[in-house]
């Protein structure tokens, strides 16, 4: 158990480094990590198919601008690896998960307001010219990103998962099944802050098309994706060729990004 | 006077490997300041010899900076290119580095977020999912794979033009609106994806049935009749309108989960 719950721990500090010293490869997200947890713990099917649920849920946060969003990489791993330890399904790995974000988010804010400190110390590295110095206060902030979620992860497996297990035991037969209504009702989440980034009503026919594609013909998504591919290039051709005579009227649709600041407190 | 100082290959390497760690040290002050000065450290080691210049440059790279990571080595790039004009000509404006900066870190985030967010993650990801909701491991394997070809791509092709064509192109490319045309395509495909997602992805459907003069009508036969995924997409505009009118993602999240409970207790879902 000891050596499983280190392993998570540190399935958990790749998945928060990922964004900090990975350049995003997108190691942090549940899908990854959901399938790094059912290898620790011997069932990497179920790890998949978890993973691919709070996938789901969680795809449209993003830390954009400055906001620190809730941490995906400890719910991810927590809510996969109790879901597997308890024996129960998925449901349970989302209702678990959300809240252990939401949480540990706290620790992450609290880790950049100390990188502060490291940043003025730097400052006064840099009036040196000391390069050596600049980049040790680089390399400290990493690992207390790195502790922020390891300790947690390693402690909830030691001390919480005989608890997790007795919990779901005890929670009756309806709310259970509400929960599972629920876990299926989250990824709307996801999807909804997708839209607020790409919808507008100028593109809004896009959306549609892919979903009347996917509703009535039973193209998957990498097909809608190739085919999408298709028609923008289409869109591209027949726009270049109308700005011959009319010059760029096709201004101001893309700033509505900015306006998605997303208030995730 | 003094030979050329000239940026090599080996000091973009280093910068190409030291971006990956931009946010490593990112705080709410000046975000990804450290993390900035630190990939640029091997391009001011090569241009500067004195103690001052280094003082200078190190500092310049130490102010605020905020970016999509991907992005960010074309930035370096051009910062690159305007360091080595600034350490070969007396007369160079060094301020315009930081300035250069911090007027394309915004735009070039805007597209970052949304060509990589919004569109290669969600596209790499639907593909992962659908493939993984079947119990199928190659699904994670497949979404890592897709989402970094074009991610590492543009890191180091934009490291490169940053570097060789420096500021002008980029205002060229502006000029010529091709930066439009870049996300009203990716923006086109990520719609569709998004709304593929909605219709495959929600298994949102209701167990609501009653009896009509004996016969008995399930209503969610009548919506697939109608519109198949009615409900999915009906959910997924209710959630959409609330964050638009500001409410938060956390609370809007524990709605749902207080909803999904009540709504399956009186029997609607």
Known sequence: MVAQAIMLGIIAGIGILDSRIFGVLMLERPLVTGFLVGLVLGDVQQGVLIGAQLELIWMGIAGIGAATPPDVVTGGVLGTAFAILSGQGAEVALVLAVPIAVLAQSLGVLVRIINTYFMHKADKFALKADFRGVTLMMWIPPILFFLSVFIPTFLAIILGAEQVKNLIEAVPETILGGLKVAGNLLPVVGFALLMDMLFSKKMAVFFFLGFLAASYTSLDITAIALFGACIAVVIYIVINNNNGNQGHQEKESYNNLTEGEIDFE | MSSQKKVTKRELRQVFWRSFALQGAFNYERMQNLGYAYAMIPVIKKLYEKHDDQVKALNRHLEIFNTTPAVSTTIMGISAAMEEQNANDSNFDSNSINAVKASLMGPLAGIGDSLFWG????????IGVSLATQGNIFGPILFLILYNIPHLFLRIAGLRMGYRVGVNSLERIQKEGLMEKIMSMTTTVGLLVVGGMVATMLNITTPLEFDMNGAKVVVQDIFDQILPNALPL???????????????????????????IFLHWIGLL
């Open chain 2, 119 to 126: 569109t290669f993650r969600i596209i790499a990801a639907g």
């Open chain 2, 234 to 260: 009906l959910g997924t505009f209710i959630v959409y309108g609330l964050m638009k009118r500001k409410v938060s993602i956390t609370k809007l999240t524990l709605g749902i989960i207080v909803a999904g």
